[in-house]
């Protein structure tokens, strides 16, 4: 899918090597592409000259109503669909993790009436996902969620004011000036906590310390107030609760018989909120016996929101999220979507399994990376969960760069043998092949050896070939010559031919052309096209009518193998 690295240095000393170099023969690698009438044959269907599926992928605004030309223009040629968006996750997902599947059900309608088989796209995928709400289910993610400290300055890392009075920021004395100050040993957690000098005699008021800031509550509220305290000798202490009414003073909640050990130890108290407080004060009385103490960590936290969960935890969730999706979609078009991309780009360009690492957000909300809480047997998980829906399904793993980049490749052929090796219910490999006409004849004879040795099916699953010299930056102001446009037809011509060669007929799971026409491709965003970076990588340009790269992809499909 759209996010693959490009190859495109030197593309015109590439061109200009291949015209020195073959002057006006028929090379089989170009096909004559410098023939100007070898790529004007329009004649026929493109389904009707294989004996495999012929898709492309659509979108359904574009194509309602029915008779449309970008309907039409599929109707014509392809006997398969990919729909562009309208069955990832954050399309059918709602925010509360319930399903709307009123766009998706209305397309394949569509397509069912006018007798186009439709292909699942795509059940596990790190993009396009409703992240909002799977990042809930396990807190926020990495660390967040759960409830928020209330405490001003709780571990007693801020001293900006540092007086007997307030030792801390956040922090008063209220009875014991001098007996309390910030110390960077014996602590709890990071690299401060407060010690407590207490002296014989006097009552446990004689030593005492509040927070400074009002910390506001809700009436009715529980609030769990905890802290982490030891002694040098045990006893107990005192704690107090001050709450105010609005702005007036209320009563004081005494806790004493707050046992101290030797040992950092949690103390926990549970606090429901009087009728009328709106704010509190935690206060520690120290004093009475002899002893030198010391607290860290203290924590004021509504008891009504959840922690997050860890470890174990977090991979239930996740593993039940990424179960339940699959069995919900799988269910609603069981026996109507006999194909599915089930895994979607698993690795990174890198040829690594994605992680929160190696895959971050950049600020997108749409992004989670189901393998950084399941590890490398989510895949798995993912085809036997869809395995276990209906077994008749055709099962597939996707990914893009596989023809220039050789790393990644390796790392997708390893993963997709483990699976088939596990019985995991994975049937196909599909090679998405978003290419320039830069990439290496080479890497692509090598990417359909090494899928077609799996013994899977083989899919070229989102076919579409970039004409623009800038690649992932378009030039601005490009407008294809012949000559680039018959290059174009090479390419694809050679990409088929290709695949029928070196894929036999029993894995051959189909090719898919990524989009209608060269307008409304995705690569020509809203951006580019407000600057004219225009990309013309489809077999159709923006009046419906068949480029020389039709015919290209004809001639590969009659070529019988011979590229």
């Not at 294809?480 to 694809?492: H, I, K, V, W």
């Amino acid at each position: 899918m759209k996010n693959y690295k490009l190859i495109n240095n030197f593309f015109y000393i590439t061109v200009l090597f291949i015209l020195l170099f073959t002057g006006c023969k028929k090379d089989s690698q170009n096909q004559g592409f410098e023939n100007d009438g070898n790529f004007t044959d329009f004649d026929g269907a493109l389904k009707s000259f294989a004996k495999f599926p012929i898709g492309i992928a659509a979108e359904y605004p574009l194509s309602s109503p029915a008779g449309s030309k970008y309907w039409e223009t599929i109707k014509a040629d392809a006997n398969a669909i990919t729909f562009g968006n309208e069955l990832k996750n954050n399309t059918i997902v709602r925010a509360d993790g319930t399903y709307d599947f009123t766009t998706a059900d209305a397309f394949l309608n569509l397509a069912t009436t006018a007798g186009i088989e439709v292909f699942g796209h795509t059940l596990v995928w790190h993009s396009q996902q409703r992240a909002s709400y799977y990042n809930g289910l396990i807190g926020g993610g990495s660390g967040g969620g759960g409830a928020s400290n209330l405490v001003v300055n709780p571990s007693f890392e801020a001293t900006t004011i540092a007086t007997p009075a307030e030792p801390a920021d956040g922090w008063s004395v209220l009875n014991g000036s001098g007996q309390f100050v910030i110390t960077g040993t014996n602590t709890n957690t990071g690299s401060k906590a407060l010690q407590v000098n207490v002296p014989a005699g006097g009552q446990n008021f004689n030593t005492q310390i509040v927070t400074k800031t009002n910390i506001p509550v809700t009436a009715g509220k529980t609030y769990n107030i905890s802290y982490f305290i030891r002694g040098a000798i045990a006893q107990n202490i005192q704690i107090e609760i001050r709450s105010f009414l609005g702005a007036t003073a209320g009563g004081i909640n005494y806790q004493g018989g707050r046992a101290v050990t030797t040992s950092y130890a949690r103390s926990t108290y549970e606090y429901v909120v009087p009728a009328g407080v709106t704010a509190i004060q935690v206060a520690f009385d120290l004093g009475g016996t002899a002893n030198t103490l010391y607290i860290d960590d203290v924590s004021v936290l509504d008891a009504s929101v959840v922690p997050p969960p860890t470890g174990p935890a977090v991979i239930a969730i996740v593993d039940n999220a990424m179960k339940t999706h699959i069995e919900t979609v799988l269910n609603r078009y069981k026996g109507k979507i006999k194909a599915w991309d089930v895994v979607n780009e698993p690795f990174s360009d890198a040829g690594e399994l994605r992680n929160n690492a190696n895959t971050p957000s950049t600020g997108r909300t749409d992004i989670f990376v189901w393998q950084n809480y399941l590890g490398r047997d989510f895949a798995k998980k993912a085809f036997q969960y869809a395995k276990a829906v209906d077994p008749s399904l055709d099962l597939y793993i996707n990914d893009y760069n596989l023809e220039s980049s050789t790393t990644k490749l390796d790392a997708f052929v390893a993963l997709a043998k483990e699976l088939k090796d596990a019985n995991s219910g994975i049937t196909g490999v599909g090679t998405q092949m978003h290419m320039l006409l830069t990439t290496p004849y080479a890497n692509i004879i090598n990417m359909m050896q090494k899928l077609a040795a799996t013994g899977l099916k083989v899919k070229i699953s989102e076919l579409d070939i970039r004409i623009n010299p800038g690649g992932p930056n378009p030039a601005i102001g490009y407008k294809p010559s012949e000559f680039d446009l018959r290059m174009q037809a090479a390419m694809y011509k050679f990409v088929v031919a290709t695949y029928l060669k070196y894929v036999p007929e029993a894995q051959r799971g189909g090719i898919t052309i990524w989009g209608v026409d060269d307008a409304t491709s995705w690569l020509n965003t809203t951006t580019n096209v407000a600057a004219d970076r225009l990309d013309y990588p489809l077999l159709f340009d923006k009046n419906f009518n068949k480029k020389p790269a039709y015919a290209g992809f004809k001639q590969g499909l009659l070529s019988n193998g011979v590229n």
